[in-house]
């Protein structure tokens, strides 16, 4: 039986257009030198599209895509409940991960009409 998001007309298309600027946000950030970690990491239902990492550095990348600005820009989209899912879900990724004393960032990439607009350091952990 398929899962509720399945079902959802247009879901399959969300699912490959989110993977393909995904892997557009990851070449972004190995162009930048970085080293892709992971890619869709979960807690539970919390999840982060790509975590990388350069030297000490770990980011955690949330990345949105729109095709038009009609409904507002899609970083606004990263509202409270958002930041509040992927700062648990990066607390949860460093203690699985046995991983103290590095440095921590939180960056949103977005698309719009396939162009890529970077948000280093969007917000704070919490």
Not at 31 to 39: A, G, V
Request: proline fraction near 4%; charged fraction near 30%; charge should be positive.
């Amino acid at each position: 039986m398929p899962s509720s998001d399945s079902s959802k007309p247009g879901s399959n298309r969300k699912q490959t257009q989110g993977r393909k600027y995904e892997n557009l946000a990851a070449e972004y950030y190995q162009q930048q030198n970085f080293d892709i970690i992971e890619r869709n990491w979960r807690a539970g239902h919390k999840e982060i599209d790509l975590i990388v990492k350069r030297g000490n550095l770990i980011v955690f990348v949330e990345v949105k895509s729109t095709y038009s600005k009609k409904f507002g820009h899609p970083a606004e989209r990263v509202d409270k409940k958002k930041i509040s899912n992927l700062t648990q879900a990066a607390k949860q990724y460093l203690i699985r991960n046995s991983i103290e004393n590095t440095d921590l960032r939180f960056d949103v990439v977005t698309f719009v009409n396939g162009q890529l607009e970077h948000f280093p350091d969007a917000f704070p952990a919490e």
